[in-house]
């Protein structure tokens, strides 16, 4: 069965600095990959995803993220962060022949300071 | 276009009690997902459906829960009778197809329930 772990449960980030997201995933076939966002009170929304081909994907928001095969991971990157990007960070891991039954971290919350 | 709409929006009944939690996925998306958020166990998949008809229900915590699609546009998750460890934010998702040309969930807001 595939598992994810988002290590960080708490980042607290400056405005204007690069963030980075961990995410490691366990899956013995190339996994479907997604980062997710959550602003509170809200519903989560899909920042983007890796299916195949380039490892270096661009998402919405100025987000992009790397896959990496050799390390597992999934790392979630911004070089800029504004105070909107405050929110839980969900990373999750699909698979082709159970579509939808995402296994989803435990996720990690932002904070920006001014 | 709308979202997928969700209500209540927050439900606060007592233990024992029927909770009927409603979801009207995005227009001609085939596949609905019921989630479920707590604290302790983060987001878990109750069941989705594919064209109205369940696909896996594995998610499903026990016979107190039940979920239904009567038709595309609507879906419920019932818990009958509520205890308060049911207590959660129970989220529906909708999404289209099923292939690397889609792959995203469109979540509703949620319905916050607490049992007391």
């Known amino acids: 069965a595939q598992s994810v772990t988002q290590p960080d449960i708490h980042i607290t980030v400056s405005e204007g600095a690069s963030l980075e997201l961990r995410c490691n995933y366990s899956y013995g076939a190339t996994p479907y990959l997604f980062w997710y966002v959550q602003s509170p009170g809200q519903g989560l929304q899909l920042l983007l995803k890796?299916?195949?081909?380039?490892?270096l994907v661009q998402g919405i928001k100025g987000f992009e993220a790397e896959f990496k095969r050799s390390q597992s991971s999934f790392n979630l990157r911004k070089p800029s962060v504004h105070w909107s990007d405050a929110a839980e960070y969900f990373c999750?891991?699909?698979?082709?022949?159970?579509?939808?039954?995402?296994?989803f971290g435990a996720g990690t919350q932002v904070v920006v300071t001014p | 276009d709308a979202g997928v709409i969700q209500s209540p929006r927050h439900e606060v009944t007592e233990m024992g009690q029927e909770v009927t939690l409603r979801c009207k996925p995005i227009s001609g998306h085939d596949y609905l997902f019921w989630y479920r958020q707590t604290m302790m166990r983060g987001l878990e998949l109750l069941i989705y459906f594919n064209n109205n008809v369940p696909i896996d229900d594995s998610g499903m915590p026990e016979d107190r829960f039940s979920a239904k699609m009567p038709n595309a546009s609507f879906s419920t998750l019932k818990i009958q009778p509520s205890e308060p460890r049911d207590s959660a934010v129970y989220f529906c998702?909708?999404?289209?197809?099923?292939?690397?040309?889609?792959?995203?969930?469109?979540f509703g807001e949620g319905s916050r329930l607490t049992v007391l």
């Open positions: 998702a909708s999404s289209l197809g099923h292939s690397a040309n889609t792959g995203e969930l469109f």
């Open positions: 999750a891991v699909g698979r082709d022949d159970s579509w939808g039954k995402l296994q």
């Open positions: 890796y299916f195949s081909g380039d490892t």
